[in-house]
């Protein structure tokens, strides 16, 4: 694209435009230093508000549901929770150029951690699955559909289209023979339950090799619980994934849908971001190289 964005129409965010909502918004915090963070996602964007806040705001207009759901879900999941989760401080309204809503929360201390280098990864594992456990165990009444969580087929063509922009960068046959026998799968059967929906590497903290916190709420809501396994792929090796999945109490099918969802998230993240998002595509191509890696031991 040529201009550092990561979306053709990403909008126009930087420390001025964070001060300046600050000022007309939240003049009591105006004057705290305002710091861009350089971990943060490819949907929003964040900056660290002195030494215990943090400003998010959506960088592209899909975001933006993603906001009003945090907004109105975290506070009343966050007690539920045995980690720590964001903490909404103050709703910001557009203005200042900004067309949409934004968000005050409090600062999460903590690491993402690096794939590969876990200091002890089946604790992480046990610590994932609590957290998982705690949030399927809420009372999903009321619970807003998941932003993730329906049948792996609605996104059969997304799938296909990422594979054919890919060849020559991944084994497409390999992907696609993978891709087909998830699609084979029965549907998820059970009640649809609280999911986070999008448990990847960017989205845990960790403090001392523990979970401490977990990020982005934008996906979360009531669904399949399949989605929740991604983090199987994405960030634990091999035999911290069976400790996930005895954890989770995991059935055969349910298992291999999980990696399906990870194989066509990974799939679609490294179509889109490849030229704009090295970091983001990187971990895409780890995710696949995993998921190929599971297949050929299980066949």
Known sequence: MGTGKMHEDEADIDESLVRR????????????????????????AMYRLGDDMAVRLPRIEWA???????QEWLPRLAPLLPVAVPVLLGRGVPGEGHHWPWSVLRWLDGE??????????????EDLAEFVLALRS?????????????????????????????????????????WEESLRLPEWAGPAVWIHGDLSPGNVLLTQGRLSAVIDFGSVGVGDPTTDLIAAWNLLPPGARDVYRDALRVDEAT??????????????QLSYYR??????????????R??????????
């Open 21 to 44: 909502l600050l000022a007309a918004q939240f003049p009591q915090w105006a004057d705290l230093p305002v710091e861009p963070v350089a971990s943060s996602g490819a949907d929003n």
């Open 64 to 70: 933006v549901r993603s906001v009003g759901r945090e």
């Open 112 to 125: 993402n951690p690096a794939v590969g280098q876990l200091a002890d990864p089946e604790l992480l594992a």
């Open 138 to 178: 809420i009372d999903p009444a009321d619970g807003p559909p998941a932003g993730w969580g329906q049948h792996l087929a609605t996104l059969d063509e997304s799938a296909r289209t990422a594979i054919g922009e890919l060849d020559g960068l991944v084994d497409t046959g390999a992907v696609t023979a993978v």
């Open 255 to 268: 298992w291999l849908r999980g990696r399906g969802w990870a194989l066509v998230v990974a799939l679609v």
């Open 275 to 288: 030229a704009t998002n090295p970091v983001r595509a990187s971990g895409a191509r780890q995710v696949i």
């Open 290 to 299: 995993e998921v190929l890696a599971d297949h050929q031991r299980s066949a």
